[in-house]
Every structure is written in structure tokens, then in C-alpha cells.
């Protein structure tokens, strides 16, 4: 396996593990949920600030409501099924849409309240086949930073609009300022009629133009409710990998019954958009473990300051750096013990840790820190400064 392989790099870095008796499982170990946490916080901050409402929904659903949303005719052979102690057959849902309509439907939505917009970090599972599972990057339980909107028609090509704009902003941030985009069409088998499918491709067209996008068309693949927009990303060894969406979906809502009030006092049927920016959080971490490899962003990194005492008797003042790093929400490690103190510099840099804080006699007299930088930059400063520069690369 290649030590860029994020599998490699998982087990090294201590991130996470997978085992045999759990197929397509991942066990994150402390570290690496800490990359994902910080990631997943970083997205519902994005989202928040656009007016998405967090939710969360049940894992386990009957078996009818696939069946009328269409899910369980195109993907059944990929459910985990179980049943109640009536014998209802149930499922561990494989996406979250059809839960999100459900809260749609409980009340009586007018127009004035669209759009509706909502964002779950959705737990599924697909009984995905034992040869296709790789690493992270393909697994049968995973998260996704799903999102729904629900809304007018008219409203639609904006709304798709402001979520593509997101996906650039992130996507820039995280290094991938290069990615593809690519029209997703009807495929053969799908339900709603060729006129909902040519209104919704044309608006996705519209949309992505709107937004100074060129792209190719995948004839045929878009999903059986609606086509999508995919977004690709390339790594810095020139590899892709599809990782968010936007699908404009017109059947979804009729089929679960979603309406609300039009202004002329008629019920009308919203237009649902589905979209994902990272899609499984777990794979993404694998992309950008193989995009960065162990030289993750400072505000990425599982522990991003080292802190090294010179010697023992330093111990006290390091404690205090540690102290000051901690309250200012910077995850920092202490870094002493028996090592000599180059042993130490280089075990943090072999971690992936982007910066050391080492502190000896002139340190500690002063109240300064001497900081070094992964790319081997070195400057001394007081310790507030220090905290400041630190804490203040929060993306």
C-alpha cells in the first residue's frame, strides 16, 4: 500500500481503523474524529449562516415509506432490513429525503414560508458489495452533510445559485479551486413525466450558468427523481473524485404528498432541492488525506500545536503555554518525557503537527514562546501574541 494512501496514513497518523469482522465499517479514533468533527462544524457554521435549520431523523424506517417515495424499487438489493416485534419490515435508511419531507408535512405550509430550507448530518447504510468497498472512500455506514430545500419554482435556479456559490467558496478554501462540474440527465428508468425532467434540466443548466460554470453532460445518469449537477475535485496527484451534488427533484414531493398554500388560496406542490457539499464526511477526510497527506491545513490538523519543553525544569512554564493555547479553543499537545528535545521536533513533525511552541530559560523568563512552523520558519513572541496568531486560522 503507498504511504500516501490514506489508509496508510489513517493507521499511521492513528485516525482511524477498519477490521473484517465489520465490512465497510469505520472505527474513528480520537484524532481522526477530531478532523471530522472540525470539518463538520466548519459546514454547519457555512450552512447556518445561509439559513438552513438543522434536523435529524430516525435511522430506522418502514418499509411502506420507501415504497411510495420509489427508493425501495431502485435500491432494495442495498437496504439493511430488519423488522419490529409486529414483523413490520423496516429499513436503515440508505439517504435522508424522504425523512426531511416529513418534516415538511407536518403543518400547513404557506407560500410566504418558502423556501424551507434544511441541513441533517444523516447517518446511512448501503449493503454496498464486498469488492467495491475501499478504505474510507467507499464504505456501507457513513455520514452525509445533507441538505434539502424546499421551495417555488421560480425560486429555484437562485436558491441552486447560493449553494453553488457555497460549494466554491469551501471548495477554494480547502485547496480545490480546480474542480469539474458535470450535468447529470434523465435515465432511462426514472419516474415523472418529460415535461417535469425538461423544466429541471433546464433550470440546472440555468443555474450553473448563473453562475459562470462550464460543464460536460453525463447523458443517462442522473438520479431516478431528478437530474444533478456533480461536482469534481482534483487532487494534487491529478486524481478526481465526485464529491458534491445538486439535484432538483419534482417527484419526491408529489409522491409523499408535500403541498403548501399558493397565494390564490390553491394547494401547490414544492419543488425539492437535494444537495450535498462533502457527501459522505468520511470519504472526504480520505480526499484530503490523500490531497495533503500528513501535512494537513493548521485548521485541519488533529493536534496543531506542539508544546516542548527545553528541559524538566521548564515544565511549569510549557504547562502554562499548553493552559493559555487550550482556553483559546487551539488543540495543543505537551510534548516532553525523556526525549532530547530534536527527538521531540521531529516525532511532531512525523505526526503531521503543524507547529511547535518551545519554551526553555528565555521563555519562560520572558513570557514568550519561540514558535516553529512546518516550513521550518521560526520567530519568538510574547505568549498572548502567540495565542492570538494561533487561534485566529479557525476557517
Known amino acids: 500500500m503507498d504511504d500516501l494512501d490514506h489508509r496508510s496514513l489513517g493507521s499511521r497518523l492513528e485516525l482511524f481503523h477498519q477490521q473484517d469482522d465489520a465490512p465497510g465499517m469505520v472505527f474513528w479514533h480520537p484524532h481522526g474524529y477530531a478532523v471530522y468533527r472540525v470539518l463538520e462544524d466548519y459546514i454547519r457554521r457555512r450552512m447556518r449562516r445561509l439559513g438552513y435549520a438543522e434536523v435529524r431523523t430516525p435511522l430506522v424506517l418502514p418499509r411502506v415509506l420507501w415504497e411510495r417515495s420509489g427508493h425501495w424499487e431502485k435500491f432494495r438489493d442495498n437496504m439493511f432490513l430488519?423488522?419490529?416485534?409486529?414483523?413490520?419490515?423496516?429499513?436503515?435508511?440508505?439517504?435522508?429525503?424522504?425523512?426531511?419531507?416529513?418534516?415538511?408535512?407536518?403543518?400547513?405550509?404557506?407560500?410566504?414560508?418558502?423556501?424551507?430550507?434544511?441541513?441533517?448530518?444523516?447517518?446511512?447504510?448501503?449493503?454496498?458489495?464486498?469488492?467495491?468497498?475501499?478504505?474510507?472512500?467507499?464504505?456501507?455506514?457513513?455520514?452525509?452533510?445533507?441538505?434539502?430545500?424546499?421551495?417555488?419554482?421560480?425560486?429555484?435556479?437562485?436558491?441552486?445559485?447560493?449553494?453553488i456559490d457555497l460549494l466554491d467558496d469551501v471548495y477554494t478554501e480547502l485547496g480545490?479551486?480546480?474542480?469539474?462540474?458535470?450535468?447529470?440527465?434523465?435515465?432511462?428508468?426514472?419516474?415523472?413525466?418529460?415535461?417535469?425532467?425538461?423544466?429541471?434540466?433546464?433550470?440546472?443548466?440555468?443555474?450553473?450558468?448563473?453562475?459562470?460554470?462550464?460543464f460536460s453532460v453525463k447523458a443517462g445518469e442522473g438520479a431516478f427523481y431528478g437530474p444533478k449537477l456533480e461536482f469534481i475535485l482534483r487532487d494534487r496527484l491529478g486524481r478526481t473524485w465526485q464529491c458534491g451534488t445538486v439535484q432538483l427533484d419534482c417527484v419526491l414531493p408529489e409522491r409523499l404528498d408535500a403541498s403548501y398554500v399558493a397565494p390564490d388560496g390553491s394547494r401547490a406542490v414544492p419543488v425539492m432541492i437535494h444537495h450535498a457539499v462533502f457527501g459522505s464526511m468520511g470519504r472526504f477526510v480520505g480526499v484530503l488525506l490523500e490531497h495533503y497527506g500528513a501535512a494537513l491545513p493548521f485548521w485541519l490538523a488533529p493536534e496543531q500545536v506542539a508544546v516542548a519543553p527545553v528541559s524538566d525544569r521548564h515544565g511549569d512554564y510549557a504547562r502554562q503555554v499548553w493552559e493559555a493555547l487550550d482556553r483559546a479553543n487551539v488543540r495543543a499537545v505537551m510534548r516532553?518525557?525523556?526525549?532530547?528535545?530534536?527527538?521531540?521536533?521531529?516525532?511532531?513533525?512525523?505526526?503531521?503537527?503543524?507547529?511547535?511552541?518551545?519554551?526553555?530559560?528565555?521563555?519562560a523568563a520572558a513570557g514568550t514562546v519561540a514558535l516553529r512552523r512546518r516550513d521550518g520558519s521560526q520567530s519568538v513572541m510574547q505568549l498572548s501574541d502567540a495565542v492570538a496568531l494561533l487561534a485566529a486560522p479557525a476557517t
Not at 448530518?121 to 472512500?137: I, T, V, W
Request: charged share 30%.
Open 336 to 363: 516532553d518525557g525523556n526525549e532530547t528535545l530534536p527527538r521531540r521536533i521531529v516525532a511532531a513533525h512525523e505526526a503531521g503537527i503543524p507547529a511547535m511552541a518551545i519554551v526553555g530559560d528565555l521563555e
Open 176 to 214: 480545490f479551486a480546480g474542480y469539474e462540474v458535470a450535468l447529470a440527465t434523465r435515465p432511462a428508468e426514472r419516474a415523472g413525466s418529460d415535461a417535469q425532467w425538461d423544466w429541471a434540466e433546464a433550470r440546472l443548466d440555468e443555474a450553473a450558468r448563473s453562475r459562470g460554470l462550464s
Open 82 to 163: 430488519v423488522a419490529d416485534e409486529g414483523g413490520r419490515e423496516m429499513a436503515l435508511k440508505p439517504m435522508s429525503c424522504p425523512c426531511h419531507v416529513q418534516i415538511f408535512n407536518k403543518g400547513l405550509r404557506s407560500w410566504r414560508e418558502l423556501p424551507i430550507r434544511y441541513a441533517e448530518f444523516g447517518q446511512c447504510h448501503r449493503n454496498e458489495p464486498s469488492g467495491s468497498m475501499h478504505g474510507l472512500m467507499r464504505t456501507r455506514g457513513f455520514e452525509q452533510d445533507d441538505a434539502h430545500v424546499f421551495c417555488r419554482e421560480e425560486q429555484a435556479v437562485e436558491e441552486m445559485g447560493r449553494f
